[in-house]
Structure formats: structure tokens, C-alpha cells
């Protein structure tokens, strides 16, 4: 019996040769990349489906700067890093990096596609672009891809980003964004920048250190609670007053409420249709 079985799996494997060597070179080709393809979709969605319930171990950034502190002699090397759950942060910094990064996290479908127009808008004229990543967006380019500036990158990002938005959902995105981002050279997530900075838990963040966390997010590299300078003071008083009107965030908020509150969002596609239009 187990010699039939040992002779039918050489005899497929035989066959499945053959016809390798039977396809012509654009065939080959072709079952590469297809075999590929395929591959990768299984991967990614293999991925998120994990790192909904556990934490992703390092990310392509954490490795990046790891081998840019290694190769540069003028910079520590440090790798910081801490997770803990989202019951475990202080609800001041959910809201400070929602009013610093994101005001329509809670509402968009990932894509604040009213800000993708207005930055549209803005480089056509000439004008400085401004930024129009959301908190999801982040959180996809930070866990999964490399930091490059590429607009095949850009592609997969809008993929990631929108399978976390089905797959995770709002409070399990803003947690792990939390638990990964960048708040200085070789310090990842708001558990490790509070020990490093405040010397306390994430849960122990007052208002305005939470304010000055979120201040050093779009540029940790040289934004950070340790350079207290004029435009660091203002533009945590900026922060901290867009906290007071805002109020605390409620991540548990549901879809139904959502839609009461901001009406049903545009998503990616009208985004692109709108572009295809423009195009016209």
C-alpha cells in the first residue's frame, strides 16, 4: 500500500515536469508570475489575519533604522519598543494623534478622500502639497512595507489599508498604530516614548504629554518631547486645544453611529473615478 502511494506521488510529480518543460518560455514566464501573484495575496491576507490578534513582532521600519543605526557611527544604537493593549493607553493620546494625524478616523472607510482632493488640488497649482495619509494608511505602510517613495508602494498601501479597515477595525487599527509608530530614533510605540520621555506607562499620559507625542509624529526623526523648543510649545498648545473641542474619542463607536454622525463616506474607488474624470 504505501508503495502505490510512494509510486503515484512520484508519477504526479513526473507529470507536472513534463509539462513544465512542455510550456514555452513566455509560458513559463507567465506560471511564474501567476504562481506569484497568487502567493502573495494568500501571504498578505494570511498576515492580517494574524496580526489581528497578535502583535506584529518587528516591522520593515524597525529593521530599516536598525541597519541605519549599525552602518552610521554617529548614531546610538537603540531599539525601544513595548506593546500593550489599548486599555492600557491613556485615552489622551487617542485623542491627540486623531486631532494631530486623522480628525476623520473614526468616519472615513481608511481614506479621507475629501483631503486626497484637496491635496490634488493644491499640487496642480503649484502649491505646497499637504499631507493626506490617514491613521490607516500609517498603520498599513508601518506594519507591512518598507518606508520608500514609489507609486507601486503607494498601490499596495492602498490595499493593506483596506483589508486592515474590513479585517481589524477602528480600535484594533488605532491600538497596533499605537504599539508601532515612530516617536524617535530607535523608540516604537507610545509605551516605549512614555518610559523614555515621561518616565511612566502610556495609561499615566497627562493631556499635554500625550499633546507633545503627537506633535513629534510626522517627523520623529527631529520632532520629539526632548527638543522643547518655540515651535514644539505652540504647536502642542495647537494640539491641545483641538483635544478640548474634539472630547475623548469612543473606538467602540459603531458603524450605524458613524453614519448618523458624518453621513456615509467616500471610499478609494470614488476617489479614482474622480481622478479618471479629471482626466476626461
Known sequence: MKKNKTNK???SSRRWLRRWR???????????????????????WLLVLLYRFVYPPLTPLMVQRYVQQLTDSERKVRFERDYVRIDDISPYLVTAVVC????????HNGFDVKQLKQSYRENQRGHRVRGGSTIS??????????HSRTMWRKAVEAYFTQLIEWVWGKKRIMEVYLNV???GDGIYGCEAASQHYFGHSAKELTRKEAAQLAVSLPNPMKINAEKNGPYFRRQTGVI?????????????????????????????WDFLKWMMLLSC
Open 9 to 11: 506521488k512520484k508519477g
Open 22 to 44: 512542455e510550456l514555452r518560455f513566455f509560458g513559463k514566464v507567465w506560471r511564474v508570475v501567476w504562481i506569484t501573484l497568487v502567493s502573495l495575496f494568500l501571504l498578505s
Open 137 to 146: 494608511m500609517q498603520t498599513a505602510k508601518n506594519v507591512f512595507l518598507p
Open 100 to 107: 494631530s494625524e486623522d480628525g476623520m478616523f473614526m468616519y
Open 181 to 183: 509608530i515612530e516617536y
Open 240 to 268: 491641545q486645544d483641538r483635544m478640548g473641542k474634539q472630547g475623548k474619542v469612543n473606538l467602540d463607536m459603531t458603524r450605524e453611529e458613524r453614519l448618523k454622525r458624518h453621513g456615509k463616506q467616500e471610499g478609494l
